[in-house]
């Protein structure tokens, strides 16, 4: 009897503890079994106005919205990056032999991580020809470096994580007066399933 008694509680916490495991592997599948949407206006707008909306006062908040015309079309989820890239920018060409200012970038792209920012470099092969594209991101690079490569040479396109282009941008390092593109990554996620609008410090 003492035997049966034993074994009984043991079953009961093998149990327990695989009913957990079920329950942690069925919030992911429901994240992961979110399709991805592209991207609209509205979703920008709305994530401005959570950010400054308790800081700023309703005419402030009326200057920060973006006129539809502002905005291309995002990524319908049939393009690869770089067929996107020549459907929204067909006179990319034109755009890249003008362009000779140093300190800046014609195209910016923002995504969450330096890993993703590699991966977007290499998948953009068939659009960006024989430009320049520079990385702007903290992993393995300094800030200082980078500031150095902008002001001697003449780069395209920048790639890089939102956290190391404000730091640029605020230190004088890079200049937004020339960029004519501003790519957000914004469906991509992380090992976390966080897309980049759902990392707070973004």
């Known amino acids: 009897p003492t035997e049966c008694f034993l074994s009984q509680p043991e079953e009961k916490q093998e149990s327990a ?11 992911s599948d429901v994240l992961q079994k979110s399709a991805p949407k592209p991207g609209v206006p509205a979703d920008l707008q709305n994530l401005l106005t959570q950010h400054f909306g308790e800081n700023r006062s309703v005419i402030e908040i009326e200057e920060l919205k973006l006129s539809d015309s502002c905005f291309l079309p995002a990524n319908d989820l049939s393009h ?3 067929s996107y890239l020549k459907e929204i ?3 990319w060409a ?3 032999r003008n362009h000779k200012e140093k300190k800046s970038v014609v195209m910016l792209v923002l995504c969450s991580s330096a890993l ?11 659009f960006k020809g024989d430009c320049k594209v520079l990385k702007l991101f903290a992993k ?6 980078q500031m150095n490569m902008l002001e001697k040479g003449v780069f395209h396109i920048g790639v890089g994580t939102p956290g190391r282009v404000k730091a640029l941008v605020e230190q004088d390092g890079l200049c937004l007066n020339s960029t004519k593109y501003m790519i957000l990554d914004w469906n991509w996620r992380d090992q976390k399933l966080r897309r980049m609008m759902d990392i707070p410090e973004v």
């Open 17 to 27: 503890v695989k009913a957990k495991r079920r329950k942690k592997r069925k919030i």
């Open 80 to 82: 690869s990056f770089s």
């Open 116 to 126: 993703r920012s590699l991966e977007l470099i290499k998948s953009m092969t068939a």
């Open 89 to 91: 920018c067909p006179k």
């Open 140 to 145: 393995h690079i300094k800030i200082k470096e």
């Open 94 to 96: 034109k755009l890249r």
